[in-house]
């Protein structure tokens, strides 16, 4: 029978609660949110959907053996990590879920949106067991995938608290192609971002942002800073990076110049 122990924080204190609980002796950290952050979800900006459900069971041992015995039986050995912030280290505990429902995560969702989607993580003795050992909501880190056929070797997991602070490379979405003014003249769109990475509430972590060309015209480009996120979102990166733009013109154009 495992033995677990589950860890509650607040930003002043540290709760520990004896019972049975998947993840046990975490490495935690305690968490202080800024008191002016702005939590709730905003008009006009994509809304995180519901949560999907992925089953794991507990894995005792790790190593390349002990890996290819799991894929071979059906299952992707994976990590969840204890990162309250979502990026400051923390203990690591061993799991294995179904190679077939992360398979069709990744290739119904495409890759960058399942890496940046939060899931329930069920996890029992056995899949086909009734007890629950531990319900936690996670995120998904890194999904390594077989070079030639796509299968998932394995799956990196953090936990996604309401607290947490988790960097996320979020997708972007490109809308207005068809009336941006620069293209309907020729131009071409140079794509030079399709995710951007910011630090965001957990609770507030986009499904994409959308990313509007409608007014471009030749020559014109869009910075990270740009982009319409939640104000509780922090960017990573410099503002002044670009995004996209719309280049060059018609080949016609330049050959009766």
């Known amino acids: 029978m495992y033995r677990f122990q ?3 924080l607040t930003t002043k204190t540290l709760h520990r609660h004896h019972n049975h609980c998947f993840f046990s002796q975490a490495a935690a950290a305690i968490i202080e949110e800024p008191p002016s952050i702005q939590t709730t979800l905003l008009d006009g900006l994509p809304e995180p959907g519901p949560l999907e459900t992925i089953f794991a069971i507990p894995r005792s041992d790790s190593g390349k053996n002990v890996s290819a015995k799991e894929r071979k039986a059906g299952r ?16 690591k505990r061993l799991i294995s879920v179904k190679k077939n429902r ?13 890496l940046s989607k939060l899931f329930e993580l069920d996890v029992r003795p056995q899949f086909e067991s009734d007890e629950v050992i531990e319900k936690v909501r ?28 988790l960097k996320v ?11 941006s003014p620069g293209l309907r003249k020729g131009a071409y769109l140079n794509t030079i971002k399709r995710t951007v990475k910011f630090v965001c509430p957990a609770d507030l972590i986009p499904p994409f942002i959308d990313v509007d060309l409608s007014e471009l015209d030749v020559g014109q480009k869009l910075l990270m800073g740009d982009l319409k996120v939640h104000p509780a979102l922090k960017l990573v990166q410099s503002k002044e990076l670009p995004v996209v733009k719309i280049s060059g013109g018609r080949a016609s154009d330049k050959k009766s110049k």
């Open 6 to 8: 589950r860890l509650t």
């Open 76 to 91: 992707v050995p994976s990590i969840v990590f204890e990162q309250e912030d979502g990026h400051h280290g923390g203990n």
């Open 102 to 114: 992360i398979r069709n995560l990744v290739n119904e969702l495409g890759r960058p949106f399942f």
């Open 138 to 165: 996670v995120l998904p880190k890194a999904v390594h995938l077989h070079a030639g056929t796509d299968e998932p070797l394995n799956v990196t997991f953090i936990r996604a608290p309401s607290h947490a602070l």
């Open 169 to 179: 490379d979020i997708p972007l979405v490109f809308r207005g192609e068809d009336i």
